[in-house]
């Protein structure tokens, strides 16, 4: 089965961390260029992350840049996203997906299917 899952999120105080997971399936998870994505209520989604095939090439949104660590592991087929000093701006659902870069903006290019469910993260102040 062809899909991506979230999960990891939950309620934390601000300028406290968690780490998110992605579990890919159903696709050869090592050969996609993945990311991080967020979207808070109202908003439209956002790109946070991405991290090349072999993890050696990250790129971060300049707001989550120091804080926000995207790793992978293929030997698992999971992504994941280290999340430190949060604040309460960073309170979003949290989606994985494969990435593509088109000029100087990130776009999911849906290898793993439609999006997962994501992961809901809250950041109290």
């Known amino acids: 089965q062809v899909q991506l899952v979230e999960s990891g999120g939950g309620l934390v105080q601000a300028g406290g961390s968690l780490r998110l997971s992605c579990a890919a399936s159903g696709r050869t998870f090592s050969i996609y260029t993945m990311g991080w994505f967020r979207q808070a209520p109202g908003k439209e989604r956002e790109f946070v992350a991405a991290i090349n095939w072999s993890g050696e090439t990250k790129y971060y949104a300049d707001s989550v840049k120091g804080r926000f660590t995207i790793s992978r592991d293929n030997t698992k087929n999971t992504l994941y996203l280290q999340m430190n000093s949060l604040k309460p701006e960073d309170t979003a659902v949290y989606y994985c997906?494969?990435?593509?870069?088109?000029?100087?903006?990130?776009?999911?290019?849906?290898?793993?299917?439609?999006w997962g469910q994501g992961t809901q993260v809250t950041v109290s102040s």
């Open positions: 997906n494969s990435v593509g870069r088109y000029g100087s903006s990130w776009s999911s290019t849906n290898a793993f299917g439609s």
